[in-house]
């Protein structure tokens, strides 16, 4: 099936830094998505993509669908203690998928 | 409230037993997704449901799993005679008709089998 490659896997920073991640596909991908999950909880969806090039923001969340329709970006600016979570990249493959295919997730954990 | 609903929270079943899970999407959304996920991965797909009908279950394995959505009342999945490799935790999502590309989760129920 469809491989997603998030990096980092995971992120120890301080609070008030910025936060880049990253997921990339070996195929063309139709709409990316990004998901915070925290403890014991289910995933939120943050942020949706659906063109290619689209930058969207999300109060300190940025992310970016990659012109090449196979990458996208989330970027955190000035961390805060609460964006402690899992944040996952989701996208679905051309061709018409309904499901989409999840990356495994970058644990980011900030320190006051 | 108004999010997607699920329970139990949290499920503890010997082997053999039958789990149970329940998911009632948001008011309005007729589209049901299940999704299982092991310690430190993604979340992989199960089943996708409409109401009565199972739309694509390419996901679910083919023996012991069940999952259904009826007219009335939440969607349940069902693991008949657990095993250990069974233990994950379960997540639930929904959807408007035709907007399978924003799906709204719910807590999950994490089931440990003993």
């Known amino acids: 099936g469809q491989q997603l490659n998030q990096s980092p896997q995971s992120m120890f920073i301080q609070e008030g830094e910025d936060v880049s991640m990253n997921c990339t596909s070996s195929s063309i991908f139709n709409t990316w998505l990004w998901y915070k999950q925290e403890p014991g909880e289910g995933p939120v969806l943050l942020i949706a993509?659906?063109?290619?090039?689209e930058l969207t923001s999300n109060g300190r969340l940025t992310a970016q669908f990659g012109i090449t329709r196979k990458d996208s970006f989330l970027n955190i600016s000035a961390s805060i203690p609460s964006d402690v979570g899992i944040y996952f990249c989701a996208g679905h493959p051309s061709g018409g998928s309904y499901i989409p295919t999840f990356g495994r997730g970058t644990s980011l954990i900030v320190h006051p | 409230n108004a999010g997607v609903m699920q329970n139990p929270r949290h499920l503890v079943r010997r082997r053999g037993q039958e789990a149970r899970l329940r998911c009632s999407p948001m008011?309005?959304?007729?589209?049901v997704y299940w999704y299982r996920q092991l310690p430190e991965e993604g979340l992989k797909f199960m089943v996708y449901l409409q109401k009565e009908n199972i739309i694509d279950e390419s996901g679910m394995p083919k023996e012991r799993f069940s999952a259904e959505f009826p007219k009335e009342g939440p969607s349940i999945l069902r693991i008949q005679q657990v095993v250990r490799g069974d233990s994950a935790a379960y997540f639930c999502?929904?959807?408007?008709?035709?907007?399978?590309?924003?799906?709204?989760f719910g807590p999950g129920t994490r089931l440990t089998v003993l």
């Open positions: 008011k309005g959304h007729s589209h």
């Open positions: 993509l659906y063109k290619a090039g």
């Open positions: 999502a929904s959807s408007l008709v035709g907007s399978y590309n924003e799906q709204f």
